[in-house]
């Protein structure tokens, strides 16, 4: 019986400790969401609007965001862009789309506590 129950605690301190150590490094558990004004895009400049949300769905703030929009073709420029936190969790930049088609915007957050995330969200079909 009391085999059993050190046994247990073994392996219920085993449970904490996998949730814990998964907790502070798993990117994946932070939620990034894109919008964009227009929704329909054009060449041209667009407003990009990134939502981040840490893993209790609260919003992240004061981190420092930047965007690169990419096509899956070789031999273009990347546009660039810093935003600025317009809302609580809400990074807004100008990205310069520079071509028809298909893009993509990689996010990159600084977070406060030092931690980095990235996602390669997609932008949409960019009419010319
Ligand atoms: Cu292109």
């Given amino acids: 019986m ?3 129950r050190v046994f247990l605690l073994i392996v219920l301190l085993g449970v904490l400790g996998a ?5 502070t490094t798993d990117d994946s558990a932070y939620t990034m969401t894109l ?3 227009p929704s329909a895009l054009k060449m041209g ?3 990009v609007t990134v939502t981040i949300l840490d ?5 992240v703030t004061g981190a420092t965001v930047s965007l690169e929009g ?3 073709h070789a031999g273009m420029m990347p546009a660039n862009a810093d935003t600025t936190e317009v809302r609580p969790g809400e990074y807004q930049g100008t ?3 520079s071509m028809g088609g298909e893009w993509l ?3 990159t957050a600084k977070l406060p506590d030092g931690k980095t995330i990235e996602r390669t969200l997609p932008l949409g079909n960019v009419s010319p």
């Fill in 105 to 107: 915007v990689q996010v």
């Fill in 35 to 37: 919008s964009t004004q």
């Fill in 19 to 23: 949730c814990s150590r998964g907790s």
């Fill in 70 to 72: 990419t096509m899956s």
């Fill in 2 to 4: 009391r085999f059993i």
């Fill in 95 to 97: 990205l310069d789309l």
């Fill in 55 to 59: 893993p209790q769905s609260s919003p």
């Fill in 45 to 47: 400049p667009a407003q």
